[in-house]
Each structure stands twice: as C-alpha cells, then as structure tokens.
C-alpha cells in the first residue's frame, strides 16, 4: 500500500474513534446499573432533596405535600425513584426513565400518546419541551 492509502485508513480510523469516543451516554445515576458503551438520550437533573426537576418553579417549593414512603414531594417525577444514598438524580430525556437503570431507553417499552416517553416512567408528561 503507498503512504497515501495508509495515510488515509489512519485518519479514517481516528475519526471513528473520535465519534465513538465523543458519544454522550447516560452513565450513572446512583440509581440501577450502568450500561457502559451504549449511547442514550440526554437528562434532566432532578433535585434529590424534593423530587422535583432541578430549576424548575416547584422545586423545593414549600407546602408541597410529601411522600409518606420517600418523603420527597408526592408526585413528583423523583417519588419513589431517587434512593436514599443518590448524590445526583436525572431522568433520561429519550425515554423518561430514571437515568442508567435498567430500565432506561429498554427497546419495546410501551409510548405515551402525549409526551412520546414511556408510559407510566418518571418523566412521563412531566418533562418540559423546548
């Protein structure tokens, strides 16, 4: 092969690698299982304190009814999904799901007519659009 072929198959290479390398995963949660080398939506940062997405006008709003079994706010998208331990929470903005656990962006989950994540997850009809 002349140099100018080996040239291009390394630049080619590199290129792929680059791409493969610069994929935004979800990662980990402190919640479930990572699925390490998969790419998945980006998240919403829920507040571990209150349940609620992190920023938003109920976040730590006070008078918020709370959860008798987590005590985070009943309702919101973190009740009963943020464990105790969790040092940072989000959910997977393709899929509604809790980032990285098992469940997150699991083909063949059944859709929600109106927000298009999976039905009944997290972030189902709770995330904001735009």
Do not use: Y
Not at 18 to 46: I, M, N, Q, Y
């Amino acid at each position: 092969m002349d140099a100018r072929k080996k040239c291009l198959v390394v630049v080619t290479a590199l290129a792929l690698v680059g791409v493969f390398l610069g994929v935004d995963g979800c990662g980990r949660s402190g919640t479930g299982s990572s699925k390490a080398g998969k790419a998945f939506g980006a998240s919403v940062e829920l507040c571990i304190k209150c349940g609620q997405i992190k920023g938003s006008d109920l976040c730590c709003k006070p008078n918020q009814t709370k959860c008798s079994s987590c005590g985070l706010v009943k309702g919101s998208p973190g009740c009963c999904n943020i464990p105790k331990d969790a040092q940072t929470t989000a959910i997977c903005t393709k899929c509604g799901q809790i980032k990285g656990n098992t469940l997150c962006c699991k083909p063949n989950q059944p859709k929600c007519p109106k927000c298009g994540l999976v039905k009944g997850s997290p972030g189902c009809c709770k995330i904001p659009k735009g």
